[in-house]
């Protein structure tokens, strides 16, 4: 499975952003998707996470109530809606795939790692 995230870049504290994770393989709609980012310095920290269906839903505690997760089966793709923007959002973004059907707040128990994307957010 090869994963790409983007949509990343450059942003004003309070704006919006919004990430997308994409399969250039096989398909993960069977699979548990989570986000997790790095800051510099910083271990790598979970975001958010979306199940199989879309049913189930993780977050963070620190983006709870600004960001959604959600996953388009049909285009193979997981998004990350990022609203409210705070200077300390700032860090490489990271999508993964979980073998399982649901998300985890754990980074190791991912299988399948995308490329990062960055997302700067200025005071």
């Known amino acids: 499975v090869q994963l790409q995230a983007y949509g990343g870049g450059l942003v004003q504290a309070g704006g919006s952003l919004r990430l997308s994770c994409a399969s250039s393989?096989?398909?993960?709609?069977?699979?548990?998707i989570g986000w997790f980012r790095q800051a510099p310095g910083k271990e790598r920290e979970f975001v958010a996470g979306?199940?199989?269906?879309?049913?189930?839903?993780l977050y963070g505690d620190s983006v709870k109530g600004r960001f959604t997760i959600s996953r388009d089966g049909a285009k193979n793709t997981v998004y990350l809606q990022m609203k409210s923007l705070k200077v300390e959002d700032t860090a490489v973004y990271y999508c993964?795939?979980?073998?399982?059907?649901?998300?985890?707040?754990?980074?190791?128990?991912?299988?399948?790692w995308g490329q990062g994307t960055l997302v700067t957010v200025s005071s």
């Open positions: 993964a795939v979980r073998r399982g059907s649901y998300s985890s707040y754990y980074p190791y128990e991912y299988n399948y």
């Open positions: 393989g096989r398909t993960f709609s069977n699979n548990g």
């Open positions: 979306i199940s199989w269906s879309g049913g189930s839903t």
